[in-house]
């Protein structure tokens, strides 16, 4: 405990200019930048216009292409696919489509890098831990949750990835695949499939092409996939922060210096009073403005992922239920860990909606029966903006949270038992 308690102090204190210089944020740029979604121009890092703009565009068709390989080899190959290859190559196209979703709506979108910079340069709680103690302790917490949640979901990403591409890797050497030439009734199995024009079922040199482009491929979906959810959770997570700061503000606001019951504000307190009213309900209208914000950048894309999760929890269900070895080594790892995501999303997420329902009762807990009718109104007019609790939604629709996390899971098991009395 003593090592990890001097590397969150220190790295909260020390040698730490801006947002950008915590760990976890060096961590989510690294990734980022390799797929061209680090907002690097608009905080003031060095980039090329021209390469920038060929890898949005690269990626988009890489993207595009994948989608559309995997389709085309459903299409080719449909009748030759066994139950447990036409579930897996269905996972691929909806994986698939998803990679093209974000890349549209993200990767090649100003708006999102736009809302990335404000998140790393303006509402990121290292600018806000100076206003209080509570605001420095809030900081501290969401420092050490932001940590340690970037280190589980980078961990989580690559042990999936490295499963998902050794499984088969070891099936053709548990098959002597690797030995020799591969007959026409025993070819080499893939962790993805495409319609290649090259043989890459029995000749080693276009399974060993392959598998390199699979291994990449699959890494580029793992960062499309696990670090956009990152980047979002973290900022819910800071968003948690400043309602926390903002109710424990309401929570210690002055009350009249005199001790006599009934006592008023005098006139040189109610001009604190108004001050510190003003700072409480724009602090608040920052918050909600850039929690609009976020839920019109990355509502499209959470649209798609709970649709993704939605369609993809049932067929992995289904795969599941096979009960043979092949399944469930391939297919128990992948359902654990997209469920895992769903539900950890929506309970992140879940944390915004809570935390923000308290602030209304924060608010009619403010001294107004001491204060003047002016800031009575004013008051009054921030209890009102304050009864709906904030939520990020999806295409402006669903609150994303555990209700919708529970309401895909109850129905992806309707559909799995739908089909499996099929």
């Given at each position: ?37 680090w907002?690097?121009?608009?905080i ?9 703009a ?10 595009v292409?994948?989608a ?5 080899y ?52 290292f ?8 605001a ?8 050490k ?28 050497y ?10 026409k009734?025993s070819?080499?199995?893939h ?55 903002l ?16 006592a008023q ?6 001009v604190?009073?108004a ?48 009960m043979t ?35 209304k009762?924060?608010v ?59």
């Amino acid at each position: 405990m003593g090592l990890r308690q001097f590397l969150f102090e220190n790295e909260a204190v020390e040698g730490i200019n801006t947002a950008s210089d915590y760990l976890y944020i060096k961590i989510l740029r690294f990734t980022l930048v390799i797929v061209n979604s680090w907002p690097r121009k608009e905080i003031g890092e060095p980039e090329s216009p021209r390469l920038s703009a060929f890898a949005k565009y690269f990626y988009l068709f890489l993207t595009v292409l994948a989608a559309i390989g995997s389709i085309a080899y459903v299409a080719v190959h449909n009748r030759e696919l066994t139950f447990l290859e036409t579930g897996h190559m269905y996972i691929v196209v909806l994986m698939s489509l998803v990679d093209v979703s974000r890349v549209a709506t993200l990767t090649m979108s100003t708006t999102y890098r736009e809302v990335a910079r404000d998140f790393l340069t303006k509402i990121h709680l290292f600018y806000y831990k100076d206003r209080s103690k509570h605001a420095m302790e809030t900081h501290r917490a969401v420092h050490k949750i932001s940590h340690l949640f970037t280190l589980w979901l980078v961990g989580q990403m690559l042990s999936g990835l490295s499963l998902f591409n050794l499984i088969p890797m070891y099936s053709n050497y548990a098959a002597g695949r690797y030995s020799g030439d591969v007959s026409k009734n025993s070819t080499f199995e893939h962790s993805l499939y495409y319609s290649y024009p090259f043989d890459t079922s029995t000749d080693i040199r276009g399974y060993s092409i392959a598998c390199v482009i699979h291994w990449v491929l699959s890494y580029l979906c793992s960062t499309w996939f696990c670090m956009f959810d990152l980047f979002l959770s973290l900022m819910v997570f800071h968003l948690w922060g400043h309602f926390k700061i903002l109710i424990n503000t309401l929570n210690d606001f002055p009350r009249p210096s005199s001790k006599v019951e009934g006592a008023q504000f005098s006139d040189e307190e109610l001009v604190d009073v108004a001050a510190r009213l003003k700072d409480c309900i724009v602090y608040h209208r920052e918050i909600t403005l850039f929690t609009d914000r976020m839920s019109n950048v990355f509502g499209p894309m959470l649209f798609v992922y709970y649709s993704f999760h939605q369609a993809s929890g049932c067929l992995l269900l289904l795969e599941c239920s096979q009960m043979t070895a092949q399944a469930l080594m391939r297919y128990v790892p992948l359902t654990i860990i997209l469920t895992q995501q769903l539900i950890q999303l929506s309970v992140i997420f879940e944390l915004v909606g809570s935390e923000s329902d308290k602030l209304k009762h924060a608010v009619y807990g403010l001294p107004w029966e001491c204060m003047d009718v002016k800031n009575r109104r004013v008051v009054l007019i921030f209890l009102a903006n304050t009864q709906e609790p904030v939520h990020v939604k999806a295409m402006g629709v669903a609150n994303v949270g555990v209700t919708s996390m529970a309401a895909i899971l109850k129905t992806s098991m309707s559909y799995f038992t739908f089909l499996r009395s099929m």
